[in-house]
Nanobody, 124 residues
Framework: HVQLVESGGGLVQPGGSLRLSCASS????????MGWVRQAPGKEREGVAA????????RYSESVKGRFTISRDKLNGTLDLQMNSLKPEDSAMYYC??????????????????WGQGTQVTVS
């Protein structure tokens, strides 16, 4: 079983930066994907970044590519999302998620097994 707790959200002006962090506990194996999924009011969930725990493979949605960076500190059990050049359309609840399997479809929110409670990001 995996437990996830996000932190780092807040209010930021357009063009600013935020760093989200997800503290994980439980069994994170080297054959899993860890990702960030966001959901804005009235919109569907969107996978924005994912990382394969067994190597250096990452995935980004087109909407955040070049602005967001996902990284993992395996020793401390954290997953981070560095968000730069933030736009108002980045405003959403951001969730940390974990699932088994390779990175192939890791931007599909419905494939994740474990979820955190979310942290709110508002760009205004």
């Amino acid at each position: 079983h995996v437990q996830l707790v996000e932190s780092g959200g807040g209010l930021v002006q357009p063009g600013g930066s935020l760093r989200l962090s997800c503290a994980s506990s439980g069994s994170i194996y080297d054959t899993m994907c860890m990702g960030w999924v966001r959901q804005a009011p009235g919109k569907e969930r969107e996978g924005v970044a994912a990382l394969y725990t067994g190597g250096s493979n990452t995935r980004y949605s087109e909407s955040v590519k070049g602005r967001f960076t996902i990284s993992r500190d395996k020793l401390n059990g954290t997953l981070d999302l560095q968000m730069n050049s933030l736009k108002p359309e980045d405003s959403a609840m951001y969730y940390c998620a974990v699932r088994r399997g390779y990175i192939g479809d890791s931007l599909t929110p419905g494939t994740y097994n474990y979820w955190g409670q979310g942290t709110q990001v508002t760009v205004s």
